[in-house]
């Protein structure tokens, strides 16, 4: 997921339930600070980033950006799997989701709860089918899919070509 440092220590303050003024005053900086960071005023250095992030409960960490390649065609469409799976947070990989209309244009549900292991398949089998790589990294976890991986209901090219990748291990760390 691409995010910018603002939109990063906005999303840890907001998860760690915490006030700006609360945040920054156990990061040692000023609320004026860090909503100056926070709305792109002023850039923080990695180092002052990860110090905010740390006392939000989290951590900065590296991991892998999936590239997109296109490996084969399916019903006119290609068929386009990242070189390695990507991993989302804990809370994007069990929320409850609405489906855009371009991923499910042919039911009444587009609701789903991820959380729930019957509905994450459906919503798996949608995005490998209908999707492009902003949904492929909007709504599947690596890990989630290698466990579900038997069990999704594909059409013959589109699992011939998640198949390789699917079958390598996911990155060990969650984005």
Not at 9 to 31: D, E, P
Not at 56 to 72: H, N, R, T, Y
Request: hydrophobic share 45%.
């Amino acid at each position: 997921m691409d995010m910018d440092s603002a939109e990063l220590l906005v999303r840890a303050r907001q998860a760690a339930g915490l006030s700006q003024a609360a945040l920054a005053a156990v990061a040692g900086t000023s609320r004026p600070t860090l909503s100056a960071y926070e709305h792109g005023r002023k850039s923080p250095t990695l180092t002052t980033a990860a110090r905010i992030v740390g006392e939000a409960g989290f951590e900065l960490a590296l991991s892998p950006k999936p590239e997109f390649v296109e490996v084969g065609v399916d019903r006119g469409r290609p068929i386009v799997v990242p070189t390695e799976l990507p991993r989302l947070d804990l809370t994007s990989a069990v929320a409850t989701v609405n489906l855009p209309l371009h991923l499910s244009w042919s039911g009444p549900r587009r609701t789903f709860d991820l959380s729930d292991r019957r509905q994450r398949a459906r919503v798996y089998e949608i995005v490998l089918r209908e999707g492009g790589p902003v949904d492929v990294r909007t709504y599947i976890d690596g890990a989630l899919l290698v466990d579900l991986w038997d069990d999704l209901v594909l059409p013959a090219a589109v699992r011939a070509a998640w198949q390789p990748v699917v079958q390598r291990r996911p990155t060990p760390t969650a984005a």
